[in-house]
Protein backbone atom coordinates (compact mmCIF):
# COMPACT_ATOMS: atom_id res chain seq x y z
CA UNK A 1 0.00 0.00 0.00
CA UNK A 2 2.65 2.67 0.78
CA UNK A 3 4.18 1.66 -2.81
CA UNK A 4 1.04 2.25 -4.53
CA UNK A 5 0.79 5.86 -2.51
CA UNK A 6 3.94 6.67 -3.40
CA UNK A 7 3.90 5.81 -6.96
CA UNK A 8 0.37 7.64 -6.76
CA UNK A 9 2.11 11.14 -5.42
CA UNK A 10 4.88 11.17 -7.74
CA UNK A 11 2.43 10.69 -10.64
CA UNK A 12 0.34 13.20 -9.40
CA UNK A 13 3.41 15.40 -8.72
CA UNK A 14 4.36 15.11 -12.17
CA UNK A 15 0.36 15.82 -13.83
CA UNK A 16 0.62 18.84 -12.11
CA UNK A 17 4.20 19.80 -13.31
CA UNK A 18 3.40 18.89 -16.56
CA UNK A 19 0.14 20.94 -16.67
CA UNK A 20 2.54 24.15 -15.45
CA UNK A 21 4.59 23.54 -17.85
CA UNK A 22 2.34 23.42 -20.70
CA UNK A 23 1.25 27.48 -19.74
CA UNK A 24 1.84 28.84 -23.10
CA UNK A 25 3.06 32.54 -23.11
CA UNK A 26 2.30 32.96 -26.69
CA UNK A 27 -1.26 34.87 -26.42
CA UNK A 28 0.16 37.64 -23.72
CA UNK A 29 2.95 38.06 -25.69
CA UNK A 30 1.60 38.91 -28.83
CA UNK A 31 -1.30 41.10 -27.19
CA UNK A 32 1.87 43.04 -26.04
CA UNK A 33 3.91 42.81 -29.39
CA UNK A 34 0.56 44.05 -30.90
CA UNK A 35 0.03 46.82 -27.75
CA UNK A 36 3.96 47.98 -28.25
CA UNK A 37 3.55 48.60 -32.24
CA UNK A 38 -0.34 50.65 -31.10
CA UNK A 39 1.51 52.90 -28.20
CA UNK A 40 4.40 53.52 -31.04
CA UNK A 41 1.96 54.48 -33.60
CA UNK A 42 0.60 57.13 -31.12
CA UNK A 43 3.79 58.19 -30.94
CA UNK A 44 3.74 57.56 -27.29
CA UNK A 45 7.65 56.13 -26.62
CA UNK A 46 7.42 56.03 -23.09
CA UNK A 47 4.56 53.07 -23.52
CA UNK A 48 6.37 51.21 -26.24
CA UNK A 49 9.21 51.00 -23.89
CA UNK A 50 6.98 49.68 -21.18
CA UNK A 51 7.27 46.26 -22.63
CA UNK A 52 10.86 46.44 -21.73
CA UNK A 53 12.57 45.29 -18.24
CA UNK A 54 14.18 47.49 -16.48
CA UNK A 55 17.30 45.37 -16.82
CA UNK A 56 16.79 45.01 -20.95
CA UNK A 57 19.43 45.27 -23.58
CA UNK A 58 19.53 45.96 -26.79
CA UNK A 59 22.28 44.69 -29.78
CA UNK A 60 23.78 46.95 -31.72
CA UNK A 61 27.14 46.84 -34.43
CA UNK A 62 28.79 47.91 -31.06
CA UNK A 63 27.53 45.25 -28.65
CA UNK A 64 24.51 45.37 -26.18
CA UNK A 65 23.37 48.66 -24.69
CA UNK A 66 21.05 49.37 -21.62
CA UNK A 67 17.88 50.71 -21.75
CA UNK A 68 18.85 54.06 -21.47
CA UNK A 69 20.48 54.26 -24.37
CA UNK A 70 18.23 51.73 -26.55
CA UNK A 71 15.36 54.58 -25.65
CA UNK A 72 17.77 57.34 -26.84
CA UNK A 73 18.86 55.07 -29.99
CA UNK A 74 15.16 55.10 -30.72
CA UNK A 75 14.31 58.71 -29.96
CA UNK A 76 17.32 59.61 -32.38
CA UNK A 77 16.56 57.20 -35.52
CA UNK A 78 12.46 56.60 -35.68
CA UNK A 79 11.11 60.25 -34.35
CA UNK A 80 11.20 63.99 -35.42
CA UNK A 81 9.30 66.66 -33.14
CA UNK A 82 8.39 63.91 -30.77
CA UNK A 83 6.36 62.06 -33.24
CA UNK A 84 7.25 58.89 -35.27
CA UNK A 85 8.70 59.19 -38.60
CA UNK A 86 6.91 55.64 -39.53
CA UNK A 87 4.17 53.32 -38.32
CA UNK A 88 5.09 50.23 -37.09
CA UNK A 89 3.54 46.35 -37.26
CA UNK A 90 4.91 42.92 -36.26
CA UNK A 91 4.41 40.05 -38.92
CA UNK A 92 5.41 36.87 -38.66
CA UNK A 93 5.61 36.76 -34.94
CA UNK A 94 6.05 32.99 -33.28
CA UNK A 95 6.76 33.00 -29.96
CA UNK A 96 8.95 29.68 -28.44
CA UNK A 97 8.28 29.04 -24.51
CA UNK A 98 11.93 28.52 -22.67
CA UNK A 99 10.28 26.72 -19.90
CA UNK A 100 8.04 28.60 -17.40
CA UNK A 101 9.88 31.86 -17.05
CA UNK A 102 11.11 32.59 -20.45
CA UNK A 103 10.54 33.16 -24.11
CA UNK A 104 12.29 33.28 -27.45
CA UNK A 105 10.49 35.69 -29.80
CA UNK A 106 10.85 36.20 -33.55
CA UNK A 107 9.53 37.51 -36.52
CA UNK A 108 9.83 40.64 -39.09
CA UNK A 109 9.02 44.63 -38.13
CA UNK A 110 7.76 46.99 -40.77
CA UNK A 111 8.18 50.52 -41.06
CA UNK A 112 5.66 52.17 -43.29
CA UNK A 113 3.95 55.33 -44.46
CA UNK A 114 4.44 58.58 -44.36
CA UNK A 115 5.20 58.45 -48.21
CA UNK A 116 8.40 57.08 -47.34
CA UNK A 117 9.60 53.03 -48.85
CA UNK A 118 8.56 50.47 -46.30
CA UNK A 119 11.79 49.66 -44.13
CA UNK A 120 11.47 45.98 -42.24
CA UNK A 121 13.92 43.16 -40.41
CA UNK A 122 13.86 40.94 -38.18
CA UNK A 123 14.36 40.37 -34.52
CA UNK A 124 14.78 37.79 -31.92
CA UNK A 125 13.49 39.06 -28.29
CA UNK A 126 14.10 37.08 -25.07
CA UNK A 127 10.91 37.74 -22.66
CA UNK A 128 11.29 36.96 -18.99
CA UNK A 129 8.13 36.90 -16.76
CA UNK A 130 8.24 39.09 -13.74
CA UNK A 131 5.78 40.14 -11.22
CA UNK A 132 4.01 42.58 -13.16
CA UNK A 133 3.88 40.27 -16.48
CA UNK A 134 6.16 39.83 -19.56
CA UNK A 135 9.19 41.69 -20.36
CA UNK A 136 11.75 42.04 -23.03
CA UNK A 137 14.97 41.42 -21.48
CA UNK A 138 16.98 41.31 -24.81
CA UNK A 139 16.25 42.88 -28.10
CA UNK A 140 18.27 41.95 -31.40
CA UNK A 141 16.86 43.65 -34.60
CA UNK A 142 18.34 44.45 -37.79
Not at 65 to 89: C, H, M, P, S, W
Request: aromatic content about 12%; some cysteine.
Amino acid sequence: MKTFLFLLSLFLFGCQASKQMQSDPTPEIVRLMNVSAEDWNRSDLDRFMSIYDTAATFMTGKGPVGITATRENYEKAFFKDGKVVQQLRFEELVVRPLGNEHALVTGKFVLYGNGMADRSGRYTLIFVKRADGWKMLHDHSS
